[in-house]
């Protein structure tokens, strides 16, 4: 029986000499024939088998799913004790395989008893990321075993069924590099390759994804690299980690991740070598930690674990003719309208389209929830023109961006092509002359793009390329002198790079280095004085950073630890006061936390915990009389809370039940 993930699937010959190890100069072929492309997605994540109610309480990490030949599915993977909220576990106490089976991937789970522990006689201290592939009735588990000062080793155990595994009796398989790990093997015409993460020495460098190939899956080659991380610092404690490779059609697609989403994020990279992976290759992302990518007949399902995970999850794969989409900043969104009363605009709980709940009086009660877009697949973003009229703008799938725009009575019109396509609901500020200005990220991040109002609230004026490629949509503000800045994170995730105007309404200069590396789009607000403030999501997600300007329309001070680990982009709001205030969802979704200034342009308190659960970074928003609101989407999108200040600039009231209804979906601020 062929490993379910890529059963079925052709097999592409090698064009060089894998055993070997080639040398790593030389093109490669991800950008080949760009037209007709298959891009990679994901639907709504669903929680399979929850290990949080285990005693002790315990988590699950890289693992592996694989069908037997009766039809029963084995799940093995990394286990350990949970750490409490915010806190990460100690990855040296994950010293035994877990081992669970269902009849289906959906569950019901059954816990197994371990199938492996950490063995010190054969060198390990740990047990890492198992992977299990069948070849001629014998399964094949490779692992990290760890071993000394260097997390480098790759072993391997055999079994017959699936239940009891045995050491090679031979020793580890070999050692490479600083953190050899996460092996991942397939076949590749009349070669077994393993691709796994290492670093380019023995003493460090920069993370990579390796890869050897064997003939008897026993005897490996050196190694080759496959794809070198730019995110992840040289030497840095953040690692590249859990590649996966599937074959479909003519191309190779590699998983690997954390990217995107902090801990969680998985980016996907196509070329027509296996051995040969670039950021030009981008071929989508899923929001999934470690995934294992399985075919089951004709469907096609991605799993994620993870330290903050508390089980197994499983979502659909989608391989899609147009890019995925990136979601947010926020989900659900809002806007007051001129009558003061706010509208909160939230997805479908599957598929596409839209709804609306909007207040019955100004910092009153609300009213049902009602559709507002049968075909948009993005929460949108707004903007008020000058006029005092709002506007949407939203995205349908195929990435055809749509806006709408209110009367000078308030009514909404009809939504209406903008023309052009779009990888996002757009960023929209005004600027300067009292003209909506937008910035956007093109289908797949291949550019960021520009367009104004041709007056002020009138209509816009033709798409220009702005810069790019990216990995994030852009975020736009105005400064205290009126110039706009714009900020968005490259391709890879490695830098943030600014542009910013020479004079309010002026020209544009060049993009220059921010900052970086980063794991979500940055966020951008003023602080009362005028100053811009940008906070930042590691690459982790193990830390919020933050850089403000040193005066109004001034230079940029350095980075500073904001702190807290964090499971995205945080959310930034103004009291009515002038204190910024920011929100950020802990990993793994289990609470909210908050920080606040002391004073209008001042220092910082702590972080406190907010609330929670929550599936996303929070929504707020200001109510008529100043006060903010604060809407949290529940986990999986089963609903909606909310929480208000009981006054402007004030303490908070108890968390209410603002949507018993599901919706949202799952997605946050990542391409989903």
Same mark, same amino acid.
């Given at each position: 029986?062929?490993?379910?993930?890529?059963?079925?699937?052709?097999?592409?010959?090698?064009?060089?000499?894998?055993?070997?190890?080639?040398?790593?100069?030389?093109?490669?072929?991800?950008?080949?024939?760009?037209?007709?492309?298959?891009?990679?997605?994901?639907?709504?994540?669903?929680?399979?088998?929850?290990?949080?109610?285990?005693?002790?309480?315990?988590?699950?990490?890289?693992?592996?799913?694989?069908?037997?030949?009766?039809?029963?599915?084995?799940?093995?993977?990394?286990?350990?004790?949970?750490?409490?909220?915010?806190?990460? *576990?100690?990855?040296?106490?994950?010293?035994?395989?877990?081992?669970?089976?269902?009849?289906?991937?959906?569950?019901?789970?059954?816990?197994?008893?371990?199938?492996?522990?950490?063995?010190?006689?054969?060198?390990?201290?740990?047990?890492?990321?198992?992977?299990?592939?069948?070849?001629?009735?014998?399964?094949?588990?490779?692992?990290?075993?760890?071993?000394?000062?260097?997390?480098?080793?790759?072993?391997?155990?055999?079994?017959?069924?699936?239940?009891?595994?045995?050491?090679?009796?031979?020793?580890?398989?070999?050692?490479?590099?600083?953190?050899?790990?996460?092996?991942?093997?397939?076949?590749?015409?009349?070669?077994?390759?393993?691709?796994?993460?290492?670093?380019?020495?023995?003493?460090?460098?920069?993370?990579?994804?390796?890869?050897?190939?064997?003939?008897?899956?026993?005897?490996?080659?050196?190694?080759?690299?496959?794809?070198?991380?730019?995110?992840?610092?040289?030497?840095?404690?953040?690692?590249?980690?859990?590649?996966?490779?599937?074959?479909?059609?003519?191309?190779?697609?590699?998983?690997?991740?954390?990217?995107?989403?902090?801990?969680?994020?998985?980016?996907?990279?196509?070329?027509?070598?296996?051995?040969?992976?670039?950021?030009?290759?981008?071929?989508?992302?899923?929001?999934?930690?470690?995934?294992?990518?399985?075919?089951?007949?004709?469907?096609?399902?991605?799993?994620?674990?993870?330290?903050?995970?508390?089980?197994?999850?499983?979502?659909?794969?989608?391989?899609?003719?147009?890019?995925?989409?990136?979601?947010?900043?926020?989900?659900?969104?809002?806007?007051?309208?001129?009558?003061?009363?706010?509208?909160?605009?939230?997805?479908?709980?599957?598929?596409?389209?839209?709804?609306?709940?909007?207040?019955?009086?100004?910092?009153?009660?609300?009213?049902?929830?009602?559709?507002?877009?049968?075909?948009?697949?993005?929460?949108?973003?707004?903007?008020?023109?000058?006029?005092?009229?709002?506007?949407?703008?939203?995205?349908?799938?195929?990435?055809?961006?749509?806006?709408?725009?209110?009367?000078?009575?308030?009514?909404?019109? #009809?939504?209406?092509?903008?023309?052009?396509?779009?990888?996002?609901?757009?960023?929209?500020?005004?600027?300067?002359?009292?003209?909506?200005?937008?910035?956007?990220?093109?289908?797949?991040?291949?550019?960021?793009?520009?367009?104004?109002?041709?007056? *002020?609230?009138?209509?816009?004026?033709?798409?220009?390329?702005?810069?790019?490629?990216?990995?994030?949509?852009?975020?736009?503000?105005?400064?205290?002198?009126?110039?706009?800045?714009?900020?968005?994170?490259?391709?890879?995730?490695?830098?943030?790079?600014?542009?910013?105007?020479?004079?309010?309404?002026?020209?544009?200069?060049?993009?220059?280095?921010?900052?970086?590396?980063?794991?979500?789009?940055?966020?951008?607000?003023?602080?009362?004085?005028?100053?811009?403030?940008?906070?930042?999501?590691?690459?982790?997600?193990?830390?919020?950073?933050?850089?403000?300007?040193?005066?109004?329309?001034?230079?940029?001070?350095?980075?500073?630890?904001?702190?807290?680990?964090?499971?995205?982009?945080?959310?930034?709001?103004?009291?009515?006061?002038?204190?910024?205030?920011?929100?950020?969802?802990?990993?793994?979704?289990?609470?909210?936390?908050?920080?606040?200034?002391?004073? #209008?342009?001042?220092?910082?308190?702590?972080?406190?915990?907010?609330?929670?659960?929550?599936?996303?970074?929070?929504?707020?928003?200001?109510?008529?009389?100043?006060?903010?609101?604060?809407?949290?989407?529940?986990?999986?999108?089963?609903?909606?809370?909310?929480?208000?200040?009981?006054?402007?600039?004030?303490?908070?009231?108890?968390?209410?039940?603002?949507?018993?209804?599901?919706?949202?979906?799952?997605?946050?601020?990542?391409?989903?």
């Amino acid at each position: 029986m062929k490993r379910a993930a890529v059963a079925g699937l052709a097999l592409l010959t090698l064009s060089l000499a894998l055993g070997a190890g080639p040398a790593d100069a030389g093109g490669t072929r991800s950008a080949d024939a760009r037209e007709d492309l298959t891009w990679v997605g994901a639907g709504p994540v669903r929680k399979v088998y929850d290990t949080s109610g285990e005693t002790p309480s315990r988590y699950l990490n890289d693992h592996a799913v694989i069908k037997g030949p009766d039809g029963t599915w084995h799940m093995y993977g990394i286990t350990g004790e949970e750490a409490p909220p915010g806190q990460a *576990p100690d990855s040296s106490g994950e010293d035994t395989f877990a081992h669970a089976t269902a009849p289906s991937l959906k569950g019901p789970w059954t816990t197994r008893e371990p199938v492996l522990t950490v063995d010190p006689d054969y060198g390990e201290d740990h047990l890492w990321a198992p992977h299990v592939i069948e070849h001629e009735g014998t399964y094949y588990m490779f692992y990290s075993g760890g071993g000394g000062d260097r997390d480098a080793t790759i072993n391997l155990a055999t079994s017959k069924d699936l239940s009891h595994w045995t050491r090679i009796p031979s020793g580890p398989l070999f050692r490479d590099g600083w953190v050899a790990r996460d092996p991942f093997v397939t076949r590749v015409g009349d070669h077994w390759v393993m691709y796994y993460t290492a670093t380019a020495t023995p003493e460090g460098g920069s993370h990579i994804v390796a890869y050897r190939t064997s003939e008897d899956l026993v005897h490996w080659s050196e190694r080759g690299t496959a794809f070198t991380d730019t995110t992840a610092k040289e030497n840095s404690a953040p690692v590249t980690e859990s590649p996966f490779v599937v074959h479909r059609g003519d191309w190779w697609y590699l998983f690997t991740g954390p990217r995107g989403d902090g801990y969680v994020g998985t980016d996907v990279f196509r070329s027509k070598d296996p051995t040969r992976f670039d950021l030009d290759g981008y071929a989508g992302h899923l929001p999934a930690h470690a995934p294992e990518i399985v075919q089951d007949g004709e469907n096609w399902w991605a799993t994620h674990s993870g330290w903050f995970q508390d089980g197994l999850h499983l979502a659909p794969l989608h391989w899609r003719s147009t890019p995925p989409l990136w979601q947010g900043p926020q989900n659900p969104s809002s806007v007051r309208g001129a009558d003061g009363r706010l509208q909160v605009f939230a997805r479908e709980a599957e598929g596409p389209g839209l709804r609306r709940r909007v207040q019955t009086t100004p910092n009153g009660g609300w009213g049902p929830w009602e559709k507002f877009g049968d075909t948009l697949a993005t929460v949108p973003t707004s903007a008020r023109n000058a006029d005092g009229a709002l506007e949407l703008f939203a995205v349908e799938d195929d990435g055809t961006l749509l806006h709408r725009r209110t009367s000078p009575g308030g009514d909404w019109g #009809p939504w209406r092509a903008l023309g052009g396509r779009a990888g996002a609901a757009p960023t929209v500020v005004k600027a300067a002359d009292g003209r909506l200005e937008m910035f956007g990220i093109a289908p797949g991040g291949a550019q960021l793009t520009h367009r104004r109002q041709l007056s *002020p609230g009138g209509d816009w004026g033709p798409e220009e390329r702005f810069g790019g490629p990216a990995a994030s949509p852009p975020t736009a503000a105005a400064d205290a002198e009126g110039r706009l800045h714009v900020f968005f994170v490259e391709r890879g995730g490695a830098r943030v790079s600014h542009r910013n105007q020479s004079a309010p309404g002026g020209s544009w200069g060049d993009w220059r280095e921010f900052g970086g590396p980063a794991g979500g789009r940055p966020v951008v607000a003023a602080n009362a004085d005028g100053r811009l403030e940008v906070f930042l999501l590691g690459p982790y997600g193990d830390k919020i950073a933050n850089r403000h300007q040193t005066a109004p329309g001034g230079d940029w001070s350095a980075w500073s630890d904001f702190g807290t680990f964090a499971g995205g982009a945080p959310a930034v709001t103004r009291n009515a006061d002038g204190r910024l205030e920011v929100f950020a969802v802990g990993p793994g979704n289990d609470y909210l936390s908050h920080r606040w200034q002391t004073a #209008p342009s001042g220092g910082w308190s702590t972080w406190e915990t907010f609330g929670g659960p929550a599936q996303c970074a929070p929504t707020p928003v200001t109510e008529a009389d100043g006060r903010i609101t604060v809407l949290a989407m529940e986990p999986e999108g089963a609903g909606l809370s909310s929480r208000t200040q009981t006054a402007p600039s004030s303490g908070w009231a108890d968390w209410q039940r603002f949507s018993a209804e599901p919706v949202g979906g799952t997605a946050c601020a990542s391409a989903s």
